[in-house]
């Protein structure tokens, strides 16, 4: 287990000047990680999100002066621990450095986009197949977006073409998205979906796409659905 933490600036930030408190190569930690190597790098602050809920981490680059350390990669270990995975481009990163976190702004965008995408999905097969619809899984990157739920029978090519108008006409009227962090049971008194196998503390996040749907969600969202 990596005894190093994180504290994640991403909702607000997509740059961050921070210091590196943890260094990893082949699962060891070491002090230093040298041009041509690829490693683990934990910061006292990041902007980059570590994959989880369905949604993939974040790329970009971590930098200072000389050195350039690529991110292919962010996962979570624990619930405050990010680890970015990646290659040395150029230079030797050290223990304790000051440097610059830097995610990749489209890439995270196309990301944003599918994730809210999925959530206007959700509410609109709940909508037209009925409240039994629950997710049971979820990927999402900037490719695309991947849902899965039970229902009793395929989807029938004009239940696919209600879903397609609804979510469509939701991106057209263009609401607010809103983050919202409240307790559990309040989030729940609002009608927000928990999603499967998903652990909850006390506090909970709760992502609102105008009055069309409302889910407990960690994930980085649109400012509009228009956005999409």
Do not use: W
Request: proline letters at 2%.
């Amino acid at each position: 287990p990596v005894d190093c933490r994180s504290e994640f600036t991403g909702y607000q930030h997509l740059q961050e000047n921070t210091r590196v408190v943890g260094l990893f190569r082949d699962g060891q930690p070491v002090t230093e990680l040298t041009e041509g190597e690829t490693g683990l790098v934990v910061l006292e602050r990041t902007p980059f999100y570590a994959e989880s809920g369905g949604q993939v981490g974040d790329v970009g680059k971590i930098i200072a002066g000389s050195f350039v350390f690529d991110v292919l990669d962010t996962k979570k270990q624990g619930g405050d621990v990010f680890l970015h995975h990646g290659k040395m481009l150029h230079g030797t990163l050290k223990m304790d450095a000051a440097c610059q976190a830097v995610v990749d702004a489209a890439v995270r965008m196309a990301i944003t986009l599918n994730h809210s995408a999925t959530h206007l999905l959700h509410a609109a097969l709940r909508q037209v197949l009925g409240s039994h619809v629950m997710q049971k899984g979820s990927l999402v990157d900037n490719q695309r977006l991947r849902f899965d739920f039970a229902h009793d029978a395929p989807m029938s090519a004009k239940e696919i073409v209600q879903v397609e108008r609804l979510v469509n006409e939701q991106i057209r009227n263009n609401q607010e998205a809103s983050a919202a962090v409240m307790a559990k049971d309040e989030a729940m008194a609002v009608g927000a979906m928990a999603l499967f196998g998903e652990k909850y503390g006390d506090q909970v996040r709760v992502i609102r796409i105008g009055e069309f749907s409302t889910e407990l969600c960690g994930g980085i969202h649109v400012r509009r659905a228009g956005d999409i």
